[in-house]
């Protein structure tokens, strides 16, 4: 079973970065996509970024384009975060996920890491 620990959270000014990092452990991991989302104070859960594995495609969210890089290391099973320029709009709860069994689908999912960005 695949286990997902995020870690990087924290609180930063407006304007500042944070890196969050991801890290899988368990069986044999080779995904189809990695990905992050958030969820706001009073909002849904949603999209910020995602990682094809074999190819290291990326796809954004447009708040967060030219702000926000997703990374992997395919060696240690982890993907990045690095934010930047970040703005008090981004203050969420982020969560990791992999899409194990199909592309479409996040299968796994982190516990969760707060970011807070103060204004």
């Known amino acids: 079973q695949v286990q997902l620990v995020e870690s990087g959270g924290g609180l930063v000014q407006a304007g500042g970065s944070l890196r969050l990092s991801c890290t899988a452990s368990g069986r044999a991991f080779s995904p189809y996509r990695m990905g992050w989302f958030r969820r706001a104070p009073g909002k849904e859960r949603g999209f910020v970024t995602s990682i094809t594995w074999s190819t290291g495609t990326t796809y954004y969210a447009d708040s967060v384009k030219g702000r926000f890089t997703i990374s992997r290391d395919n060696a240690k099973n982890t993907v990045y975060l690095q934010m930047n320029s970040l703005k008090s709009e981004d203050t969420a709860v982020y969560y990791c996920?992999?899409?194990?069994?199909?592309?479409?689908?996040?299968?796994?999912w982190g516990q969760g890491t707060q970011v807070t960005v103060s204004s």
């Open positions: 996920a992999v899409a194990m069994a199909s592309i479409a689908i996040y299968d796994v």
